[in-house]
């Protein structure tokens, strides 16, 4: 109960609340090579969530699929990764496996039914979010066909089978804006969500937008960014940057953007994730686009220096200083997991905690004196 006046107090985060992800593909993660090496060792240095590219879609793999999936999610929980699922159902026929593409009216809800329900029991526990409907504005010739609210069923059987997961719609047409302010398909975006919510009253607790930048579109500023977000961020959702990647060529326009991109979506208090699909131009979608943050031989390009300045410099805090005459050491803190040593004469005591987010922006730990 007595202060400990002029100690010092070392304040170290050693994680992030919010998440900075990245898909994974499995060949390089399990290569026993030395660029399987760098990726596992990149992986786990720059980031703390991920997504499985594309191994938990529905047929994906053929008969690999699940244990391929169950593997990598092993790895994933064994280095304390979480995990978003990707996706349970992508509505057009094009996207199901071969022995459901012929499906037609209550056979498809039937297998909708029944693949929702077996991989949302698999993952339970594994998987943290599901991308549970992906892009049903311009993927919906299935739910045409078998019924709309196929869509809103899904989120009642994903929840019904794993409570505690939570679920997104996600969607590649939000930030499209073509030069504009508003995106290409926004209204329909809205509707889809009206339906699911509003009408449906289906458990759609995320917000997925997948941020594909580039590739012959003009690439958006933060301004309009921002404007779209404070849009999307209306519905009370947690919104999470899924699938970001931008194709430019330039290393330094690509660096640019990267910074630019991050910072305004890091800034906007909807905002609780943002995931790049891929990082290393050995397993990248976009490599040829110029999409990657890391070069074939591993060398970074500037979005991968202003990744790393944004994530483990400017947004991470590392301080220290004497306590006051009441024994206390303020600090302003990012959201995320702490190291905190205290020493005065040689002493020292040191505890590990989380700063939260709370009603008076405040998190107040009390360290016993050794």
Request: charged share 20%; hydrophobic share 40%; proline share 5%.
């Amino acid at each position: 109960g007595k202060p400990v006046v002029g100690a010092v107090v070392s304040v170290q985060q050693t994680r992030h609340a919010f998440h900075f992800g990245t898909a994974i593909a499995p060949e390089p993660l399990f290569a026993k090579t030395p660029d399987g090496e760098k990726y596992r060792k990149t992986l786990l240095r720059d980031f703390n969530y991920v997504v499985l590219e594309n191994t938990l879609k529905w047929g994906a793999y053929g008969t690999q699929g699940w244990p391929l999936s169950d593997k990598l999610l092993a790895w994933c929980q064994a280095h304390n990764l979480p995990v978003r699922g990707h996706n349970l159902f992508w509505p057009s026929y094009m996207w199901l496996p071969n022995e459901v593409k012929p499906l037609r009216g209550k056979e498809m809800r039937n297998a909708v039914h029944d693949h929702v329900v077996d991989y949302m029991a698999k993952t339970r526990g594994r998987v943290v979010v599901w991308d549970v409907v992906n892009e049903a504005v311009t993927s919906r010739e299935v739910y045409d066909e078998a019924g709309k609210d196929l869509i809103a069923k899904a989120f009642d059987w994903a929840h019904e089978t794993d409570p505690k997961a939570k679920l997104a719609y996600n969607d590649n047409t939000i930030f499209d804006t073509g030069g504009g302010t508003v995106g290409k398909s926004d209204s329909q975006v809205d509707g889809i969500l009206h339906y699911l919510i509003d009408e449906q009253h289906a458990p759609v607790s995320v917000l997925g937008i997948q941020s594909h930048m580039g590739g012959g579109s003009p690439l958006v500023p933060a301004s309009i960014l921002l404007h779209n977000l404070d849009h999307w961020a209306t519905y009370k959702l947690p919104i999470e940057i899924t699938e970001y990647d931008a194709s430019v060529q330039d290393d330094a326009a690509h660096g640019q953007y990267q910074d630019e991109f991050m910072t305004a979506v890091f800034s906007h208090p909807q905002v609780t994730s943002f995931v790049q699909w891929g990082f290393w131009s050995g397993a990248h979608w976009l490599a040829k686009e110029g999409g990657a943050m890391y070069r074939l031989d591993w060398t970074p390009r500037p979005a991968a220096l202003a990744y790393e300045r944004l994530v483990f410099h400017d947004w991470w805090t590392d301080k220290a200083g004497p306590a006051d005459r009441a024994g206390t050491y303020p600090v302003r803190a990012f959201l995320g997991d702490y190291k905190i040593t205290v020493t005065r004469g040689g002493r020292t005591k040191t505890v590990f905690t989380s700063v939260t987010k709370n009603e008076n922006g405040m998190t107040v730990l009390n360290v016993a004196a050794p």
